[in-house]
């Protein structure tokens, strides 16, 4: 028997969730089982936990979409008993149950070998946010980005993604200039590298010129909608913008004039079905270059039973940085 986090439906199509103990024979099918220490809470678990159901279909689920532990059994050569794995994306958590349980059952070419220098709370500190958040600085230097360059913005960056991003940018050498609604957060993302603070109503007054001053040299949006137009605006030339939220909706009420006449360019960053050697490089680059002192500072700790609380805190956004669940607690 283990504990999980099981989300139930009732006949009136109302969700709960709660604390259940689970035999071995309920996990789903898969090549891997884990002995989950550690997971995360992000935005989609929110949707997945509230009372609508959000991302889920099929019910009993349990929640969760990413997790750190130690394979218990593999039927895959690549993975022994006692090898210590991470996992990220592959809809773990809403198409297939995922973290929050001591236990899961996964295919095995959704995981990655969890790389040295790295504990498993730590990768889980880290989280699909911070993966997701490797991924755009990945993608913004293999198209040029260099710290001599110029400053980069990160928005959104009170959030987990954000968070993450302002903290690899600066320790990389960035000067990184962080977009935020929450004034009482500017310590915060100081404390994490960011130069200067930019209260996010500046960037989401309506849009004037499609061209403005050439601010930034890169972005990290986490945000979307009206902002990422303005920011567009306000890239130098042949610039990038790795745009991975859509916390600002998924419009884009901008132009093509960025695109032609500066030549930036929009950069998706899907953290869901990567690549296993891009998943791998991530992870890898995520050991070597985020600083793990100040990954501590963004950390608060929970447990199963703390998460249909923190499922709709998320969904309100009254969460600040990473929230490390562990399962065994």
């Known amino acids: 028997m283990f504990n999980a986090l099981v989300v139930e439906k009732d006949d009136e199509g109302k969700t709960h969730a709660a604390v259940a103990q689970l035999e071995d024979g309920q996990l789903p099918d898969g090549d891997v089982t884990v002995a989950v220490e550690f997971s995360t809470v ?50 773990v958590g809403e198409a297939h ?19 040295d220098g790295l504990t498993s709370r730590q990768a889980m500190a880290v989280g699909t946010a911070g993966f997701t958040a490797m991924l755009a600085v990945m993608a913004l230097e293999d198209h040029g980005l260099k710290p001599a360059n110029g400053p980069v913005l990160v928005t959104g960056a009170a959030g987990g ?20 609604g929450r004034p009482e957060t500017a310590d915060y993302l100081k404390s994490l590298g960011a130069s200067q603070i930019v209260a996010r109503e500046e960037l989401n007054e309506p ?19 009206a902002m990422l137009a303005r920011v567009l605006g306000q890239m130098k030339y042949g610039a990038s913008v790795a745009a991975v939220g859509l916390a600002g909706g998924a419009g884009l009420p901008a132009t093509v004039v960025p695109f032609l006449l500066r030549g930036v360019n929009l950069l998706g960053i899907d953290s869901v079905m990567q690549p296993y050697e891009n998943r791998l490089r991530a992870w890898q680059r995520i050991a070597k270059d985020l600083p ?23 969904l309100q956004g009254k969460v600040k940085g990473r929230v490390v669940v562990d399962v065994n607690a």
């Not at 991302?55 to 218990?72: K, M, Q, S, W």
């Not at 973290?99 to 959704?110: F, H």
Request: hydrophobic share 40%; charged share 20%; aromatic share 8%.
């Open 42 to 91: 992000n935005y989609k678990d929110g949707l997945c936990i509230g009372p609508g159901g959000g991302l889920v279909r099929n019910y009993p689920h349990v929640p969760g979409i990413d997790f750190a532990g130690t394979v218990e059994a593999s039927d895959d050569a690549r993975y022994k008993p006692g090898d210590k794995v991470v996992l990220t994306g592959w809809r």
């Open 97 to 115: 149950w995922g973290g929050y349980s001591q236990k899961a059952r996964v295919k095995s070419d959704w995981l990655v070998p969890l790389p």
């Open 161 to 180: 993604v954000g968070s993450v991003a302002t903290a690899i940018l600066a320790n990389l050498g960035y000067e990184v200039t962080a977009v935020t």
């Open 207 to 225: 849009i004037k010129r499609p061209l403005e001053s050439e601010n930034w040299a890169g972005c990290v949006d986490a945000v979307g909608g």
């Open 292 to 314: 793990m002192d100040k990954l501590e500072a963004m950390v608060q700790p929970a447990t199963l039973s703390d998460l249909p609380k923190l499922g709709a805190d998320i």
